[in-house]
Every structure is written in C-alpha cells, then in structure tokens.
DNA sequence: ATGAAAGCGCTAACAG
DNA sequence: CTGTTAGCGCTTTCAT
C-alpha cells in the first residue's frame, strides 16, 4: 500500500516501508500485479515497419496511451510477417484492446477479433466489421486536390489509385466525384496503382506513352507521388510547368525541401488521441461485443469517426500549361 | 502438459485436452507463466520508426528470435521518445535480453544497461561499454566504395558524413585511409552531414558552391545519398555522367528503379541472427553465481562480430568526367 | 491502522 | 502415465 501510495497506513509505517524497500532496491513486478489484478493496462498497436504515416501516429499514439494509463505493445507487419500473425502475437500478449493502423484485414477477420476485445481501425473505414474507425475523410481531401487543380486550369487530371490500400477506394470515388461536379467527367482516368514508389514509376511510364495528355496527376499517396515525380523530371517533364502533382499524407516525405510536393494532410495527433480515446470507452463501458452482438449493420454503437483533410500546397502544383491559359475561376 | 507439448501424457488424453482446449479457444497466459516460470522469455529491440534499414533487421529478428524460443518486444525510438525511455519499457517489460539497433547511447549508459540484462548493440561497435555488437566493416565498406571510384577514375571525391550516427566514425575513417593508400590525401574532403535526405540536400548546395571541384561523393547512408542525388539532378548536375554517387546500406530506396543506387550492402540477415545467438549465448551462459554481481555480463569476454560489407554496383556510378569537361558541379 | 489469508493461472515436483 | 499440491509476487478482503 504504502508503495503504490494508497491512503491508509501511517507516515510511521510509510516511512519505515519505504526505507526498507529502499535497501533491497525493491520494485513491484508488474507480472504479478497483472495477474493478480486481471488486466494488463496493455494497449496493442500494430503498424507497418517502415511505413512514414506510421511513424507519425505511433509518435502520438505513446503520450495518448500513457495519459490513458496504458502501455503500448508494438507489433509490426512485415514482408515476411502478415497482419494475422501480428494480431495474434497482439491478442497472445493479454493486449486489452488493439488499434490496428491501416490493415488490409478483411471484415470477417475484423470481426472475429472484435468479438474477442475492442478494436479500432485507424485510416480506413471497415463497415461491415462492427469496429470502431477513425479516419480521413479521403473522398473530400482528393476532392480538394481536384478543385484545386481545376482552379489552376487544369482539365486533364489524372488519378493513380491505391488498389486496396486503406482509404484508395474513397480517394478514388473522391476524385471521381468532384472531377464529374466540375464537369470534366470526360476526363476521369484512374490508373492503377499502390502506395509505394514503384507504383509512380509505373504510372509515370504509362502517362508518358500518351504524350500531351494529362496536365495533372493525383497520386494515392506521397511514396507514389515522389516515384511519379522523380520519374516524370528524369524523362524531362517539368514539374510543375508541364504537369502538377498531389500527392496524399503529406508524410515527412512531402515536406522534404527538394520535394515540396502539395498534399493532402491527415490529423495524424488527432487520430491517435482519437483511437486511444476510443478503445478507453469501450473498456470502461461494455468491453466486447460478446453478449449483445450486432455486426455493425443497424449502426448500434460502433463509432465511425471522419477528420477533415487538409490541402498543403507547395510547389508541386502550379497553373495548366493549356494553349490559352484560363484564369482560377474556381 | 499437452499444450506445452512435454512428453508424458498419452495420446488418447492428449487427443481429449486439444479438443476441450480448441472448444474454449483456451491461451495458456504468459502472464502467469512468467511468474511461475521466473523467466519472460521476452526478448527487447529497440529501432528507431520510420528506419528502412531498422525495418530489414526486424524482419530477419522475428524469425531468428521465434527459433530460439524467444518472443519479441518492439520498442520504438521516436522524435518525443528518447532512446532512454525506449530502452527504460523494455527493462520494465522484464525482458530477459535487448538488442540495440544503432543506439546513440553513451558509453555510460550502456555499460549501466549491460549490468542489468545482456546487451548486444547492431550496427555500430560500443568499444568501452562492455556489451556485445554486432557490426558491419564499415571502414572496409567506404573503402570500397573509394576504390570502385577510383578505379573509374575519380580522385577528386568528397565525403559527406554521418555525424554522430552510428557506423559513421568507422565509414569516414574508411574514407580517409583508402583516399591516403590511393595517394589522394590531398582531395581528402569530409562534408558534415546525417543520416537524412535533408543532409543530403544541404551537401548538395555546399557542392555546387564549389564549381568543378569534385567528380564523386560518398554518402554516409542512402538516405542522404538521395538528397544528394536528387538536388544535384536538380541543378542540372548528370549523374553519374558528371558526378558519381555512393550510398550506404543497400536499402530498399537504394534498389528503387528510379533511384538504382550504388551502395554498400550490409548483411541485415545475418547481423539480426547473429545478435539473437549472442543474447542467447549469454543467458544461457549467465548463472549470476560466478562470484560478482554483475548480473548479464557473466559468460566471458565482450564479442564484437564484423561482417564484411558488399558493394552494389549500380546506376549512379560511371567512369570519371574528363578534364576538359568539367562539370559545372563537380 | 495493521495483520492475515485467499487466490489470480500457471508450472514443477511428487504421489498414486 | 495421471492426479494432486505448493507457490511465483502481488492485490484485495476480512479480522483484528
């Protein structure tokens, strides 16, 4: 008691017990309160290693959980290690709840792990799973970056996608969307791409086969979007002169000064206050979904939280190199 | 006993406990296990998030660790997390052992660390800590990648080092000792850098405010070798045709299409398998009665394990520019 | 205000 | 081979 500093014994004992414990350089061994107390206090967190975005939410994701009271587990996702491997490491460690940063798990395997402790999912929704999601609103942010584009004069815009990347889907539909409200439904062109460097290259080689085509390109994300830049500049496109650049994340990548490419910014902070935040409700109130189980359809109290994007322009965008240059005229 | 897997129980019963155990989708928990046991079996790895290179160890220590019956706590050094706090989780964790990717721990620290647990430091040596490393030669490395050049013609190439990070001393020093064999002390030239793009960038703009000065640039890691790169292309420096570039640690940047960077490779693999065995070897070794208390340096001698580095030949390195054409840059 | 005792889930040692 | 038992270090409850 005195040690854990709960009220009730004497400044005599007190003293005496923490002279003692002094002397025998005595500290609690968390195993045994764990097991005594029947928590962890354990929060599992699985990421991808070497993942930019990640690093930024891990860095918020440590003060959030330590203010909660909890301890961060680690868990990563490998070329060599699957999401399922990394939850299950997650789940053996006693976690009492997991945030899973972009997981690419199917909602029957979201679900089942629901069922057994709270989850949330972090940058991408999961609407069929029955978990809780904090997220970008992906649909609005490329669809800043269109606008924006659009403003500059561009018509020919194109997009390289995320496959099934967290939030590609929405990104998609968002460029889908505003490209259709500004008229230009002509021009949509999706190219399929992923949220690597590689998937730039490729697409860079695809836009360059079609000669004068696009003016601007919206990326999936920032690593697709330096692949596309460096490609683009090594073939003698001009960047921003002939054809402007959106990446997406706006990770330390974007920021960097030889890139300063325009980007579409999550609230990394707020997302993983948010998560914390999240797990914390549940298992303070009703901890899993085990007695009364509804898979999320009827909307009961599985939480979808949408952050607004935020458009970073920098010096990747610049005005359409069309023949008769057309003033922003939104 | 069954789930253990331990000899003893006959089939049959064995057959009976995997079914009941399946049915109630039974974990032995490790939390009471480490109690009883008096052991966590838990390994510790400190890296650093966002590290490519720090990402191809973990990926070689997850299996390497799993082999030697070892479960892996990941801790992650972050801009708001120090190293100490990083390592402090760790030892409250009761990790039985921890492996250092490329701390910058003092000395002092170290040696304090290795009196509590064993101790194996990867990928920079810890000469006067008194803990295990494991690293790569680095001074052969950058002496390698000094005869590649000069082999090809160079002699006016310059060094953008690594500060304080670690391998640096020893790549710098590499440097400096193969420019004197090849007689090239007197275009010995050391610019202060990192181990980040942005170092890379600022090398560059110090480079090119020295026209025709150098035809070759080894960087202290491929990180800043690609802030280099990028920046020199930029102003309209032709690499290699004007100015070679050698990166360092063959990551997944350096193998990129469009970067295709020669660098020097270091074995990740073998250095992760190798830090596993000797955190092994001294656990095993380790029975605190040898007299002293020093408690995870018992089992012998501090081992420093050097492994030979490989050159990567790549795109960014072709035979030296002429005299008479000297680049603007190099 | 303090002491005593029970028990968390597991393992190891020992008895049938 | 199988069943029983003691106890890891802590917290909590109940008696003084």
Redesign the interface.
């Known amino acids: 008691m005195v040690i854990r500093g709960v009220p009730g014994p004497s400044a005599a004992s007190r003293q005496n017990v923490l002279r003692a414990a002094a002397d025998l350089d005595f500290r609690p ?4 309160r ?2 005594r107390r029947q928590r ?1 206090g354990l929060l599992g967190v699985l990421f991808t ?4 975005f ?2 930024e939410l ?2 918020a994701l ?2 959030a959980a330590e203010q909660c009271g909890y ?1 961060v ?4 996702v ?4 699957t999401e399922n491997r990394a939850v299950e ?1 997650l ?4 976690c009492e709840g997991l945030i899973l940063l972009g997981p690419q798990l199917d909602s029957a395997d979201l679900a089942a792990l629901a069922a057994k402790l709270p989850v949330t999912v972090v940058g991408r929704s999961a609407p069929d799973a029955g978990v809780d999601s904090i997220h970008t609103a992906d649909a609005m942010g490329s669809a800043a970056a269109v606008d924006l584009l659009v403003s500059l004069g561009h018509e020919r815009i194109a997009h390289v996608d995320g496959g099934r990347r967290p939030g590609s889907a929405e990104r998609r539909r968002g460029y889908r969307t505003a490209m259709r409200r500004r008229g230009l439904q002509s021009q949509v062109r999706v190219i399929p791409g992923d949220h690597d ?2 998937a730039g ?1 490729r697409a860079a080689h695809t836009l360059l086969a079609e000669p004068g085509r696009h003016t601007a390109v919206l990326a999936g994300n920032d690593r697709c979007a330096v ?1 596309l830049l ?2 683009l ?2 073939a003698g496109v001009q960047v921003p002169t002939d054809v402007s650049i959106v990446g997406y994340d706006d990770s ?1 990548l974007a920021r ?4 300063d490419l325009t980007s579409v910014q999550q609230d990394a902070p707020a997302m993983a206050r948010l998560a914390v935040d999240t797990i914390g409700t549940r298992l303070r109130g009703d901890s899993t979904g085990a007695g009364s189980d509804d898979t999320g359809s009827a909307g009961g109290d599985v939480r979808e939280i949408l952050l607004d994007p935020r458009l970073i322009v920098r010096g990747t965008t610049a005005p359409a190199p069309s023949p008769r240059h057309r003033p922003a005229a939104g």
């Open positions: 061994d968390p195993t045994a764990t097991l962890s290693a070497g993942e930019p990640h690093a891990l860095e440590y003060p301890e587990v680690l868990s990563a490998l070329a060599t290690r490491s789940v053996t460690s006693r460097e590689e290259v692949g460096d490609t500049r090594r330390r960097l000064p030889y890139i």
